[in-house]
């Protein structure tokens, strides 16, 4: 049974019971691609408060204000991120009834993209705050100086800016593959069965 005969005899009856497996949808080796996303959200979710909680450690252990509040920013972002996971973790239902499929499918797929998207975008913006905090925790252990000091010397300022010019276009690449690899796939998999529906429709 695929997805066509699924939608195109809906209509015989407004009482359909749900579809929990996208194997009732499509041809059985495929795998419900809701299930495999609230899966993955629940390891982003994991993630973040592992990651949360080694900033938390950095802050509280390093008494450099410099760094703390440029770690903070880093810590909000995360806090955000896992917040944002979980809320779209409660969005997402695997249980999907046949009556109002095509909605509910394109419902998570928009849903996801554009969280996708936003994280992403976000994430432009704190990546600065995370290698300036790097930078400065790192120059400051090594060389045993004040931020101050550390920074007094001009080659010290053009050190970092080229830091960060290097490494933030990186990490912003670096985050949307890792995005990509989570979550495209899925994605892809939505986009093909609501093109089935749209076209059986």
């Not at 394109?106 to 995370?130: E, G, I, Q």
């Amino acid at each position: 049974m695929d997805l066509q005969n699924i939608w195109q005899n809906q209509t015989i009856s407004n009482d359909l019971p749900p579809i929990s497996r996208m194997s009732d949808l499509q041809l059985k080796e495929r795998k419900n691609p809701l299930t495999s996303i609230k899966r993955r959200l629940i390891a982003s979710i994991i993630w973040c408060l592992a990651i949360a909680s080694c900033y938390v450690a950095v802050i509280l252990y390093y008494n450099i204000w410099q760094v703390q509040a440029l770690i903070s920013v880093a810590l909000l972002f995360t806090v955000w991120g896992g917040v944002s996971s979980y809320l779209q973790y409660k969005k997402t239902d695997d249980r999907v009834f046949a009556n109002n499929l095509l909605t509910e499918l394109t419902r998570y797929r928009n849903s996801l993209h554009s969280w996708v998207k936003v994280s992403n975008r976000a994430a432009v913006f704190v990546y600065p705050f995370n290698v300036c905090g790097g930078f400065l925790l790192g120059g400051v252990l090594g060389s045993g100086k004040s931020v101050a000091e550390f920074m007094s010397k001009p080659a010290t300022l053009w050190i970092l800016i080229a830091t960060v010019l290097i490494l933030c276009p990186i990490a912003y690449y670096l985050g949307r593959l890792l995005n990509n690899i989570a979550y495209g796939k899925f994605i892809d998999k939505l986009n093909q069965a609501i093109s089935e529906l749209s076209d059986a429709d």
